[in-house]
């Protein structure tokens, strides 16, 4: 039987799309280093006001550092 914070856990991993704040805990990063990598990424989507990251994109982007 799944706890319920691990179904919200797996819930938050699920997720395409992303702000900056959750993107930063996500992938562990400072908020601006975060900022700064989605838009090399080309990542970002903006929407009025509001800024989403796509994280296939983003994670994409960071495959690209590996060793």
């Given at each position: 039987m799944?706890?319920?914070k691990e179904?919200?856990?797996t819930k938050r991993y699920a997720k395409?799309?992303?702000r900056y704040q959750e993107g930063a805990?996500?992938?562990?990063?400072?908020l601006s280093k975060f900022q700064?990598?989605?838009k090399?990424?080309?990542a970002i989507y903006k929407i009025d006001k509001v800024?989403?990251?796509?994280?296939?994109i983003?994670?994409?982007?960071?495959e690209s550092f590996r060793e």
């Open positions: 799944y706890t319920r179904v919200e856990k395409k799309f992303v805990e996500r992938y562990s990063l400072g700064a990598l989605a090399e990424a080309g800024v989403l990251v796509n994280t296939e983003f994670e994409n982007y960071l």
